[in-house]
Every structure is written in C-alpha cells, then in structure tokens.
C-alpha cells in the first residue's frame, strides 16, 4: 500500500512538470494580433504618437482658454531708489543736481477679455501705489487707480480671431485622426517585422531539413558507391551538397537572429525569450468596396483633412494681406477713477474720473509696390496651395483604389500559393524516395528541394502582403472592414494618463 501511495505521489509530479513545462512552451508562441497590441502599448512609436497628440490636445485647450477672460497680477514689494538728479531751481534759475532717495511700492491687478467676434480686446484694471521719500523733506502719498475700464479695437477690418476659430478645431480633429493613423502605421510595421521574423524562422526550419536530407543522401550515396551504383564525382557532389546545406543553415541562421532582434526590439519585448511566432490565417470573408473604401478616405484621412487647414490658411494670409494693404487703424478708450492721498484711505475718498480715447491712423502714402507685392503673392501663393490639394486629392484616390484592388485579389493569390506548395511537397517526398530506390538523379533532387523552399516561403509571403494590403487601407480610411465601424481609441485615457 506504502510503494502504491509513493508510486501515485511520483506520477502526479511527473504530470505536475509537463503541464507546466507545456505551459512554458506555450507562453513563447506569439500571434500576429498579441504582437499588434504589445507594438501599441509598450513601443516607442506608440509613445511618440501619444505625445505628439498631448502637444495638439493643449493647444487646443489654449486657444479655448484665449476666449475666456484671464486674471493677472503684478507686485513690485519694493523699488528702493538713491541717486543724484537734476532739478531745476527756479529761484536761482537754474539746474542742479539734487540728491533723492525714495522707496516705491505697487499692486495691480487686471482682467482680459479678448473679443472674438470684432478682434478687440476689452479689461478692466485696478491697483495702488505706495511712495516714500526719504532725505531733508520726509513725505508718503498713496496713488490708488481704483478702477478703469477700456478697449482697443482694431479698425481695418482683419480679425486673427476668426480665421483661429476655423483652423483650431479642424486642427485639433487632425490630430485625433493622425494619432489613429500612427496606431495603424505601429501595425503596419508590426506586420512586416513579424511576418520577417517568421520567414527567416521558415527557412531556416526548411535548411535545417535540408541539411537533414543532405546528410541522408551522402550516406546513401556511400553505401551506392561500394556497389559501383555512382561514380566517386557523384559521391563528391554529395559531399558538397552538405558542406552547402550547413553553410546555408549558418546563414538562415544569422538571419533568423537579426529578424527576431528588431522584433523583439519595436514590442519592446524580452529577446532572451525563444519567441515563436503563429502564421496567421487570412480572412476570406471581408471584402471592400472602392467606393466605399475612396469615401472613408475623405472622410478620415488627417492629410486629405490637412489640406483643409492649408487652404484655409492661405485665404487667411489672402484676408490679411488685402486689409493691412489699405490701412491701419485702431481705436481705444479708457474710463476710470483715481485718487491720491498721504495715506491708502485718503487715496479712496473722492475719486476722480479719468477718461482717454486714442484713434490711431497708418496709411500708406509711398511703399513701391510692397504691400501690393504682398498681396499678388498671398493670391498666387492661394492657388498654388488649390492646384497641390486638388492634386494630392486625385493622387490620394488612386491610391486607396490600387490599395482596393490588391487587396480584394490577395485571397485569390494566397489560395493559389498554397496549391503551390502542397504541389511542390508533394513533388518532393515522391522525387525524394525514388531518388533512394535509385530512379532519380541527385540534380533532380535539388531542383525538387528549391521549388519546395520557394512555395513555402512564397506562401507566407502572399499572407504576409494580405496583412499588409488590409492595413495599409485602414491606414488609408481609418475605417475597420471586418467590422464595418471607424477606427477610434479612447482618447480621455490619453490625457489622464
């Protein structure tokens, strides 16, 4: 009963260690799509592009807070001034340098309000000051500015503010849609570093078999060339054939290394780990619609929304340039009530009011020709921005109709690719064993064993740009296929982060 029970205890830990060294096994196996979300999370490309939409995120929370009224300070706690000056003695009549020693304190406080709709800019302003003299004539007086009201306002008829108001949001949608763009490039290069990873890991797992038959062969071909089956050449040949394969492998080797580094390096992953990536199946089911797919594209795209912002741009320098050709004008107004007094309380009483209005005019009288030059350039400048929009426009819809057309034909050529090489394994396991019953040749062999490694590797290649064509339209539309819906994030997470 004792030897049963220690018998039972052993075989449970023996099963206790594969499990878990399966499970070990298992957890170096890595998807297309556990790739995607590590290149997204951890990459330095993911935090680039999470960082340039933060800088776009504050800007536009700048220009929000310049239409908002802003509160500013300012304390000057003590000017402490002793020096010679000249003053004027009317009693001699004349200047003498007179010695003068004071301390000077202020606080002022002023509230901004710029005007969007007209481009002016109304506030309103408060504060005292405090003046000490020091020397023969000892005296303190208050000067208390203890409100003033005013304006200024530009008269020539351009408003930044305007064209701001336009620009910033759709630059601000901009850098929603490129930062989910940047998330698609981040695929995009995942697929080709991944399936790269998977090719070189491929061949040298088909070099590794050649290798295998190679050493096979040669000992066939010994035990032929006692018999007189080949010629001493032939047994050279085979030789050689080895010598190749493991030259061959050294080399699928260093490649496989050099794939699985810069894999491992963009996820920003453990290279230590015997990472063995999935061949992912294709979907055969999706299938884009160009006009659908050339939409989504103007819909989404933040470079065709870029030329947007160029174009509005342009007629903002237009505006600009037009009115600023004509004139300057601006008027301002204040109104307020000051007082002075030898103390702070004194300086409140009696306020007197205090008012100014200030037109000021600059016309221009003789520029040769340089606001006119300014002028002819903004228009020039506009439509040459119209002729490059409406040209990326059209260059930008061949594109993502190409895109459409490759993609929606990649089934098609991956179903052919493995037709390939169940044909070209096929051709080789049956050259392969009359090549050892003594029917075929060994070049026959070796052309057999090339065109399998090729459909293999061709195989994964067509699956490979199946991946890539799908997002590279994403990229293109910023819109999911498979799912029908637009490619979005959560972009609060962004910013509490």
Not at 28 to 35: F, H, N, P, Q, V
Not at 290 to 310: D, H, R, S, Y
Not at 343 to 367: A, G, R, V, W, Y
């Amino acid at each position: 009963m004792k030897n049963y029970y220690t018998r039972f205890i052993r075989i449970l830990w023996v099963c206790l260690f594969v499990n878990l060294y399966n499970h070990s096994l298992a957890q170096t196996t890595i998807t297309l799509m556990e790739s995607m979300k590590m290149a997204q999370k951890q990459s330095l490309d993911a935090f680039k592009a999470e960082n340039m939409y933060l800088v776009s995120y504050w800007d536009y929370r700048m220009y929000h807070a310049q239409k908002l009224p802003w509160i500013t300070s300012d304390f000057t706690p003590a000017n402490y001034r002793r020096s010679f000056v000249k003053r004027y003695n009317q009693a001699l009549n004349i200047d003498q340098y007179k010695q003068e020693q004071s301390l000077e304190n202020n606080l002022n406080f002023e509230i901004n309000q710029n005007l969007v709709a007209t481009g002016g800019r109304f506030f309103i302003t408060s504060g005292t000051s405090r003046l000490q003299n020091f020397g023969n004539t000892k005296s303190t007086s208050f000067n208390t500015n203890i409100i003033q009201v005013g304006f200024s306002q530009p008269l020539n008829g351009y408003n930044e503010f305007k064209w701001r108001r336009k620009v910033a949001p759709l630059q601000y949608e901009i850098a929603k849609a490129d930062y989910i763009l940047q998330l698609e490039n981040i695929h995009l290069n995942v697929v080709a570093y991944y399936f790269n990873f998977l090719i070189s890991q491929e061949r040298y797992r088909l070099q590794k078999s050649i290798l295998e038959d190679a050493k096979s062969s040669i000992i066939i071909g010994k035990e032929r060339f006692k018999t007189a089956f080949i010629t001493k050449s032939e047994l050279v040949d085979l030789e050689l054939d080895v010598y190749n394969a493991e030259v061959q492998l050294a080399e699928a080797n260093k490649s496989l290394m050099k794939s699985k580094s810069i894999f491992t390096s963009y996820l920003d992953i453990d290279a230590n780990t015997d990472w063995t990536p999935v061949l992912p199946a294709i979907d055969n089911k999706t299938s884009i619609d160009k006009v659908t797919a050339i939409q989504k594209a103007f819909e989404n795209n933040p470079e065709i929304l870029g030329l947007k912002t160029k174009e509005l741009t342009a007629a903002q320098q237009v505006d600009k340039r037009i009115k600023e050709s004509r004139f300057k004008a601006n008027i301002g107004a204040t109104y307020g009530l000051n007082q002075q007094g030898p103390t702070f309380n004194e300086s409140l009483k009696d306020p007197m009011d205090q008012q100014s209005i200030l037109l000021n005019l600059s016309i221009p009288i003789l520029d040769w020709g340089n606001r006119k030059g300014q002028k002819q350039k903004a228009l020039k400048n506009q439509e040459v921005v119209r002729i490059e929009a409406a040209q990326k426009r059209q260059s930008f819809e061949q594109e993502v109709l190409l895109a459409t057309i490759d993609f929606n034909l990649q089934p098609k050529v991956v179903n052919n690719s493995q037709k390939a090489k169940n044909a070209a394994e096929d051709a080789y396991n049956m050259n392969y064993r009359r090549y050892i019953e003594g029917n075929v040749d060994l070049l026959q062999l070796q052309s057999s064993r090339q065109k399998r490694s090729s459909a293999q590797i061709a195989y994964i290649q067509s699956i490979y740009q199946f991946w890539s064509y799908l997002y590279k339209i994403r990229k293109q539309t910023l819109y999911d296929f498979q799912n029908s819906m637009p490619l979005s994030t959560n972009f609060d997470a962004l910013v509490t982060n």
